[in-house]
């Protein structure tokens, strides 16, 4: 008896309600397109940059970025040669809790964690670079499963596993790679294998993977070193593919529009747009405007934002490709972030963040400042690749142990 209550208990701990509007409870937000819809944000920021509220030193070195949901803040660190989740509490920045989540990975661009938790209900989804996924209690972190994506046939990537954990329905969708299917879905509850795209077996790169609907099918999309796919979400079967010519790694999460698949890449390989057609992919058009690396590009109204190399600052046009404007001499390159009508534009380089409008009409700067303190920890190759993240009225910048929350809310 005592048995079954414990299992109905953690039963219906899975159907608790997602986090409400204004949290970020995984990468690139709720919709995973880096698009908040806050509002009532500072257009415009005094010298220094907004007010500092707190900062962290407790979550480890790493590149990971935050996720925000019920007053709670969540990321991965490493500390003491492990991999670990870290609870913060939102208002102050302390720590609640931490979980173990695997082994070190070490890397000469800098040791650990690269991916972003993800929130669903009570429950914490957290990959570390190794491969290893957890599912732990968003109150204190107590394990209720794992799962290893080399043991699920993957190996793990030259820079380390980076993909964020989809939570889509009662599925956790993840990308192993590898022969036995490249993209995985799991069963949210207990972890186990529910399905695998057998017909689809490249390995793992760095983008995560979204959930589409199209032609009144849902499926989920994936950007390969060589491939683009969509697979079944009931079943991973291979819905369509469509060549891709990446180079070295490829980085940024793809982008769903208007029936249309947008990808990007960086090492000089550009970025293409696909219209799905259903089963029959077809280029739209294909070109090196953005040769974005892995700071991300952000889609707001009929335009493209992000940091392209050798290019710098650039507006794109969805439709056409056409280049807009470009801008490199403002800021170095970087990440962007987005919400209430501006990007926030981060130099990997210096830790300057710069606030421009969201215009077809230029670079436009409302502001910009510095972060301080910086990690004395970072490796010499590594920079500040945390994407900026905007929640709740509050922006955050990570550089390894050194996470900080400012209040752009005014």
Request: aromatic fraction near 10%; proline fraction near 4%; hydrophobic fraction near 35%.
């Amino acid at each position: 008896m005592k048995t079954t209550l414990v299992f109905s208990a953690l039963a219906l701990s899975f159907l608790v309600p997602l986090a409400p509007a204004g949290d970020w409870p995984q990468w690139r937000g709720p919709n995973r397109d880096d698009v908040s819809t806050e509002t009532g944000l500072l257009k415009k920021w005094p010298e220094g940059g907004p007010k500092k509220l707190w900062m962290s030193e407790e979550i480890g070195l790493g590149y990971s970025g935050p996720a925000i949901a019920d007053g709670k803040i969540y990321l991965l660190g490493a500390t003491g040669g492990k991999e670990r989740l870290f609870c913060l509490d939102e208002k102050t920045g302390k720590k609640v809790w931490e979980s173990e989540v695997g082994d070190l990975y070490k890397n000469n661009w800098g040791d650990g964690p690269r991916s972003t938790p993800t929130v669903d209900g009570a429950h914490v989804y957290a990959m570390g670079a190794q491969g290893n996924l957890v599912c732990v209690a968003a109150a204190d972190g107590m394990e209720m499963w794992r799962q290893s994506m080399t043991e699920l046939g993957g190996k793990v990537p030259g820079w380390g596993y980076c993909e964020s954990p989809l939570i889509d329905g009662d599925q956790v969708v993840c990308t192993p790679g590898g022969d036995q299917g490249a993209i995985a879905a799991l069963d949210k509850k207990s972890g186990k294998v529910l399905w695998r795209s057998k017909d689809l077996k490249d390995g793992a790169q760095y983008s995560s993977v979204i959930a589409v609907e199209d032609g009144g099918k849902r499926q989920y999309v994936q950007l390969f070193m060589s491939t683009l796919a969509g697979v079944d979400a009931k079943n991973g079967g291979l819905l369509w593919s469509t060549e891709w010519g990446g180079r070295t790694a490829v980085i940024p999460t793809p982008i769903f529009a208007d029936g249309c698949v947008y990808i990007a890449s960086g090492y000089g390989v550009g970025c293409k747009l696909v219209r799905l057609n259903g089963d029959d992919p077809e280029d739209v058009w294909e070109n090196k405007v953005m040769k974005n690396h892995h700071g991300g590009v952000i889609k707001v109204g009929e335009f493209l934002y992000g940091y392209s190399d050798g290019g710098g600052w650039v507006c794109q046009d969805f439709r056409s490709g056409d280049e807009v404007w470009s801008n490199n001499d403002a800021l170095k390159k970087g990440a962007i972030a987005y919400a209430d009508g501006m990007l926030y534009c981060l130099d990997e380089g210096s830790g300057t963040l710069a606030l421009i409008e969201a215009s077809d009409k230029g670079w436009k700067e409302h502001g910009r400042f510095t972060l301080e303190p910086q990690t004395k920890q970072r490796s010499p190759q590594g920079r500040v690749w945390t994407h900026p993240v905007i929640a709740n009225g509050r922006l955050y910048l990570r550089d390894q142990e050194i996470f900080c929350a400012y209040d752009v809310k005014g």
